[in-house]
């Protein structure tokens, strides 16, 4: 929530020094709290493979940081810098879905367990 409403926030900023703390620090602080929980969840689903897993897991970030820069120029250019952050924030809100599909695995167990 912290990353989507300073992502949010950012599109309706008047000055940069406002931008400095809207995208900066509430979205790389919202960020931070996105990332470290994906990696932990990860770590616990995988005993055997751990590293494989892991490793998977953050490639994400650097298919992200070589493909989102084209695309977020595009935007700007397309939707101007409101338009880009609106649509930036929807993408963020995604991680709100993510977040739901974290749970501890001993409930994931007694969930498959009840499939069979």
Known sequence: MVCTLGV???AFVPDIYYLYFTYSILG???RAFT?????V???EYFNNRRGLAV????SGVGLG???FPPI???MFNEYGFSGTFLILSAVTANFFVCGALFRPLELHRQLMAGDR
Not at 35 to 39: N, V
């Open 41 to 43: 969840i990860v770590g």
């Open 28 to 30: 790389g602080l919202g």
């Open 65 to 67: 940081s070589f493909t």
């Open 55 to 58: 490793g998977l897991a953050t």
């Open 8 to 10: 949010l926030l950012s």
């Open 72 to 74: 977020v120029e595009m």
């Open 35 to 39: 990332y470290s929980p994906g990696l």
